[in-house]
């Protein structure tokens, strides 16, 4: 229930901003110790903008659209090095005004424009390489991201290459019939086909499309002879082969010989037999797979083309008449920035895997003396993911306490002396049983506590000195080249929490589901040393509603670096340290009592929007088209997230009906006297407000 579903949502509103009319953020802010300074002076002197694009590995995944401006904001170039960028900080402060709340999804659809140009231009560069007497004809999957929108945008983007649509679904058959008018564009048919869909795809020829019902069952065969038989036309077929070779990453499963999907060489064979019987045998000719998505290894990418190109002259010796060879999907994004087999990465880039596929598809022709077929690929996270970018706000932090303990009395507790005496006496020589002192001090004082012999405020003064100690004696191990293993959970213990105003389980589901990774990190305050190393934990009321895996250059990171929330308006004193280790509780500050703070989260263009879920009843985010002018930029469409309303009714609640059981309910109490009429007038208005509002908190 992901779907931005209702049509009337998509409200659309194209209104031109100029880039001189853009917000100035040039706010002043008061710093701890009491002085004023401007947004625009805050680099410290040991912190730079370089150190903010090496630390969140930037340049790695993000170029050559995502880059850091002077200021240290996050800056987008849609077309890369060859044309305009813009300050995505001042772009969101920007869509606020417009009362486009965050957490908000912005697509840039120049680069969707570039990913196309750029695939194509990898193949059309391998061609010309290869001397392949024959062309590429891409199509986009619609199952990566169906948004009406990007779609569309597709479509008119892909015109210059005659890119087409590849539909896994019947649903998804609706929606390339009615939207690819592209002419000479492929119309790839695939997923579970029953009559109705394999009747309307072998209509849409007389339409002038070109689909391509590709067979993934030994069922489909007599139906596809069947409907061509009754219509009277011949369709265009294809054949979805179970390769052996199989991707060995995150994501393979959709290959090898229990593949979910395909027809295996028995039943291909069946298949061309079956035709041969019924007259057919020159409908066949295509020949398709897909073994994953998200393929890592080049070296799998090739072992695939391999065995494919085989079956498909074996088929053309065979009296079939094969035109085309489909690679299906897998193309990968380096969503880590290694350049790694890593699974949140790849070993190759898009040129490498369009010379690989060519290479193998023109040598194997050769050999057999048969002339080359149209290649098809089926890109589709390639294509979408980097042109949605989700901003969202931090709401909250809680941190363990931290900073100098108040000196020990004589008179205080044993246990408490004996951490204090822990505390005074770490060094680098002995942090490692330093650590486990503290932990066994911590243990002991719970137990004495359990038995009555420590008091409330004893127990917390207790804890208090274990995380400072834990605070010491990680600052030692972090300079270490070795860190000892029963210290490496430190780092993720001490960590702070950070509440972020968004559910993963609607807008990146696939971090709560599968463990992908996607690049996280602030969109301003990129020159100052963030200090605070940090979880995220989401709105749901799910403990798997966070995420502590980060993209790093060698595995993943159980922390994220960011920034300390800066207080709005300084009234209490100063947040130094000391104050924190004498307050009673541990520091959590109030939502909303402190300067915006926007992260970003990048490559979620991909099956992320669709494959949401409603969990806690959070719905669609608000999202924004945005495409870059000469002057500025234009919202091209505003797609509003969901309402309570609209969330509520998917669930079958009906808003006028909650309204009336509130009334009845305050008129009553009214009667009973149990709430003023202010008072109830005051539940019912916030109860009827809310129903219009967005799901998430505004700031
Ligand atoms: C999912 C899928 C794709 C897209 O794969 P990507 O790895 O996202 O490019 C292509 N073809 C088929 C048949 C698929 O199922």
């Known amino acids: 229930m992901g779907a931005r ?28 110790n009491g002085t004023v300074e401007t947004s625009g002076s805050r680099t410290s002197a040991t912190w730079s903008i370089e150190k903010s694009e090496e630390l969140y590995r930037i340049t790695g995944w993000g170029e050559p659209y995502f880059s850091i401006n002077a200021a240290g904001h996050v800056t987008v170039s849609p077309e890369g090095d060859r044309g305009g960028s813009l300050d995505l900080f001042e772009l969101v402060n920007a869509l606020k005004q417009r009362n486009l709340g965050l957490p908000l999804l912005i697509r840039f659809s120049d680069i969707l424009e570039d990913r196309i140009e750029r695939l194509n231009a990898a193949f059309a560069k391998a061609i010309a390489r290869y001397n392949y007497p024959g062309v590429y004809r891409g199509v986009y999957p619609v199952k990566c991201n169906q948004q009406r929108h990007l779609v569309e945008a597709l479509v008119k983007f892909g015109k210059p290459h005659q890119f087409g649509l590849e539909a896994g679904s019947k649903p998804e058959l609706m929606i390339a019939l009615a939207t690819l008018k592209t002419p ?28 391509i019902i590709v067979l993934e069952q030994i069922e489909e065969v007599p139906l596809v002879i069947e409907a061509g038989r009754k219509l009277g036309i011949r369709p265009i077929l294809g054949v979805r082969a179970k390769l052996s070779s199989k991707d060995v990453g995150h994501w393979g499963t959709s290959a090898g010989d229990r593949a979910k999907f395909g027809l295996t060489i028995p039943e291909i064979l069946s298949t061309v037999e079956q035709l041969s019987a019924a007259n057919m045998l020159d409908s066949l000719q295509l020949l398709h797979y897909h073994i994953g998505s998200q393929i890592a290894s080049i070296a799998v990418v090739k072992t695939a083309i391999q ?43 898009m040129q490498n895997y369009a010379n690989d596929v060519i290479a193998e598809v023109k040598e194997a022709c050769d050999e057999r003396k048969l002339p080359v077929p149209t290649l098809i690929s089926e890109s589709g996270r390639a294509i979408t993911s980097h042109q949605s970018v989700l901003v969202f706000d931090v709401l909250s932090t809680s941190e363990v306490p931290s900073g100098v303990p108040e000196p020990v009395q004589e008179t205080e507790h044993l246990i408490i002396r004996n951490l204090y005496e822990t505390y005074e006496s770490i060094t680098v020589e002995n942090y490692q049983e330093a650590y486990h002192d503290a932990t066994q ?72 589901a599968i463990d ?36 790093d250059l060698k595995d993943v990171k159980p922390v994220l670096e960011l920034h300390s929330l800066k207080s709005e308006v300084r009234s209490q004193e100063s947040e130094g340290a000391h104050s924190l280790i004498t307050n009673n509780q541990q520091l959590t500050t109030a939502p909303h009592s402190h300067e915006p703070y926007y992260l970003g989260m990048f490559l979620v263009g991909t099956y992320q929007e669709i494959m949401g879920n409603l969990h806690n009843l959070f719905g669609d985010t608000n999202a924004v088209h945005i495409h870059l002018t000469p002057k500025g930029y234009e919202i091209e469409h505003v797609v509003k997230g969901d309402t309570m309303t609209e969330v509520l009714g998917y669930v079958q609640y009906d808003s006028e009906d909650l309204i009336e059981s509130i009334r009845q309910q305050t008129e009553l109490a009214l009667r009973e006297k149990r709430i003023t009429l202010q008072d109830s007038q005051l539940l019912l208005q916030n109860y009827e407000r809310s129903l219009s509002r967005y799901t998430y908190l505004s700031a």
């Open 5 to 32: 579903s209702t049509a009337a949502k998509a409200g659309s509103e194209t209104g031109a901003i100029e880039a001189s009319d853009r917000s100035t953020v040039n706010v002043v802010k008061q710093t701890s």
């Open 184 to 211: 000479g564009a492929l119309l790839i048919c695939n997923g579970y086909k029953d009559r109705e869909y394999i009747e309307m795809a072998i209509l849409a020829q007389q339409l002038g499309q070109t689909p």
């Open 307 to 349: 065995e494919a190109s085989q079956i498909y002259v074996e088929l053309a010796k065979l009296g079939a008449d094969m035109k085309y060879l489909d690679v299906g999907g897998g193309l990968g994004v380096d969503y880590d920035g290694s350049k790694t087999n890593f699974y949140a990465s790849k070993n190759y880039n």
């Open 441 to 512: 001090f911590k243990a002991e004082a719970l137990s004495l506590f359990n038995f009555g012999y420590v008091s409330l405020p004893e127990r917390a003064r207790a804890e208090r000195l274990y995380w400072v100690c834990c605070e010491k004696i990680l600052a030692i191990a972090r300079q270490q080249e070795y860190v000892p293993d029963d210290l490496e959970d430190l780092e993720k213990i001490m960590a702070s929490i950070y509440y972020i105003n968004l559910s993963v389980f609607q807008s990146a589901p696939d971090t709560w």
């Open 516 to 551: 992908q990774l996607f690049p996280i990190m602030p969109i301003h305050r990129l020159d100052e040393e963030p200090t605070k190393r940090a979880t995220l934990a989401d709105l749901t009321c799910d403990s798997d509603g966070k995420i502590d895996q980060f993209i």
